[in-house]
């Protein structure tokens, strides 16, 4: 079974910067996809940004030119860097990854919780 740990949140002023690590319990080149996702209270879960294994990403409006997605291969971690931090941002961020073979797997962290405040 895969196991997705992430790292990294907290409590940040209002154009602050935290990184999320996600460490995953296998090789993330054996996955097609890996992503983080946000939800915040009263709110639907929704995509923040994801990388292919071909390395291709992709990001929400409301992150882009602020978040940055990327994954550390020899230390099988995945990261988001997240610069200019909004109010709007505070959710509980969850790491995801998604393996195709015989059928899709999916996989979730425990997520970790970013607060932006002052």
């Known amino acids: 079974q895969v196991q997705l740990v992430e790292s990294g949140g907290g409590l940040v002023q209002p154009g602050g910067s935290l990184r999320l690590s996600c460490t995953a319990s296998e090789s993330i080149f054996g996955f097609n996809t890996m992503g983080w996702y946000r939800q915040a209270p009263g709110k639907q879960r929704e995509l923040v940004a994801d990388?292919?294994?071909?390395?291709?990403?992709n990001y929400v409006d409301s992150v882009k030119d602020r978040f940055t997605i990327s994954r550390d291969g020899a230390k099988n971690t995945m990261y988001l860097q997240m610069n200019s931090l909004k109010p709007g941002d505070t959710a509980v961020y969850f790491c995801?990854?998604?393996?195709?073979?015989?059928?899709?797997?999916?996989?979730w962290g425990q997520g970790t919780q970013v607060t932006v405040s002052s």
């Open positions: 995801n990854a998604i393996q195709k073979g015989w059928s899709v797997s999916t996989y």
């Open positions: 990388i292919t294994s071909g390395g291709s990403t």
